[in-house]
């Protein structure tokens, strides 16, 4: 009686497993498991997307933008880029139209979407609750893809997502509009309405309101925010390209970076020269290595080399002035809040993208008669002392 049983308990089993679509050849179960890996993750994305069209309804396609960090974060060991183009559901969102953004972020991150009306300031933030769909990971090499869509798309909202963090206006415009206003985002941000993500969020979306040109944007999404220093990194792109373009078909810009801030991530991204490809090098100062620098040399911004058509390395020496957007009429970074001041410059800025000697300075020019940049950046060896770049200043005598 126990031997039958159990055999009748195998049974149902085996017709559970073939019911659920387990398959014998190797290939068509891998492809299965892709097929249900997509369908899971395009389907979290199309639930989102019928989530912010029920709370601000469907916005012209004009106006639609979504940001992600969907392709960035794992989920359970799982990518996530199928949530991409489940997002395209958003009035036709798409990266050519500049209204999907795939915001740069740790694979351990929380996947993330905002929605946002460019026109209205309207916006609502996901994020995904992976521990409540745990089980469906776990079970997916078993699911179909039509239940996975099905399972999905009727689980609780608060389950899926939490709750959601809707604004009616994240225009700054409307942020920035009077003092209460700005107390009253300012608490928001305290209270992490965005997942700690309120910073970030909100200054890509105004800079894709106010038409922030799409290669600065593709630095800001590998930041993974828009705040000014990429913006300097944008600058000096732009005067590099203007009035040290390189000589050399083929060839790159070696960078050494001396200090290292936000406008590292734009030059990478904008000269495609990175430590990984040999071409960049960051040197941090403290403080008082900063007191200690010439006169000259005190926005000191880095060191750029190209190679001229004889073969050898020419460099110039570059300054960055944030206290220039001040001398302009421009706002600073100790007025109000954190994010309000940096908000704020963000926007200014865009009137001088095409303006970069406003802002920078040539601190010196040289060329190198032997060896390479690299040289420069070796353990040991100072850039900045009297036997390279001579910008310390003199030690002072007793």
């Known amino acids: 009686m126990q031997m039958k049983a159990r055999c009748k308990g195998l049974v149902t089993l085996f017709t559970f497993f073939v019911l659920l679509g387990f398959h014998s050849s190797p290939m068509a179960f891998q492809r299965s498991i892709e097929e249900n890996q997509y369908a899971l993750w395009n389907a979290v994305a199309t639930r989102a997307v019928k989530e912010a069209r029920n709370l601000m309804g469907a916005p012209h396609p004009q106006d639609a933008v979504v940001l992600t960090n969907a392709g960035y974060a794992v989920v359970e060991g799982l990518t996530t880029e199928p949530c ?15 209204s999907l953004l795939e915001v740069h972020s740790a694979r351990n991150s929380a996947l993330w979407f905002f929605f ?19 089980w469906i990971i776990g079970w997916l090499e078993y699911f179909r893809a039509p239940w996975i869509r099905r399972i999905i798309a009727a689980l609780p909202t608060d389950q899926l997502f939490g709750e959601p963090a809707y604004e009616e206006n994240i225009l700054a415009e409307h942020l920035l509009a009077n003092q209460a206003n700005k107390d009253a985002w300012n608490d928001k941000v305290a209270a992490k309405v965005f997942g700690g993500r309120e910073f970030a969020i ?89 007191g200690n620098l010439r006169e000259e040399a005190k926005d000191l911004a880095g060191v750029f080399f190209r190679k001229n058509q004889s073969g050898k390395w020419e460099g110039v020496v570059l300054g960055f002035s944030f206290a220039k957007i001040e001398e302009m009429g421009g706002p600073t970074t100790a007025q109000g809040y954190a994010w309000e001041s940096r908000l704020a410059m963000d926007l200014w800025l865009l009137d001088y993208l095409d303006q970069p000697e406003l802002f920078i300075n040539v601190i010196k020019t040289f060329e190198l008669q032997q060896g390479a940049p690299s040289d420069w950046a070796r353990v040991g060896v100072d850039p900045l002392d009297a036997a390279h770049l001579d910008l310390w200043k003199p030690a002072s005598t007793p």
């Open 84 to 98: 991409l183009d489940g997002l395209r559901q958003w009035e036709g969102a798409t990266a050519g139209k500049r």
């Open 116 to 134: 946002f009306n460019r026109r209205t300031g309207q916006g609502v933030y996901y994020e995904l609750k992976g521990q409540n769909i745990s």
């Open 202 to 290: 909100v200054t890509i979306a105004n800079g894709i309101a106010h038409g922030t040109p799409y290669d600065l944007i593709k630095s800001v999404q590998f930041h993974d925010h828009y705040c000014p220093g990429v913006t300097s990194g944008y600058l000096l792109a732009n005067y590099l390209e203007k009035n040290f373009p390189l000589l050399v078909p083929g060839s790159a810009y070696f960078v050494l970076s001396i200090p290292p801030w936000c406008k590292d991530d734009a030059l990478q991204i904008l000269l495609n020269t990175t430590p990984g490809k040999s071409g960049y090098a960051v040197f941090y100062l403290s403080a008082a290595d900063k």
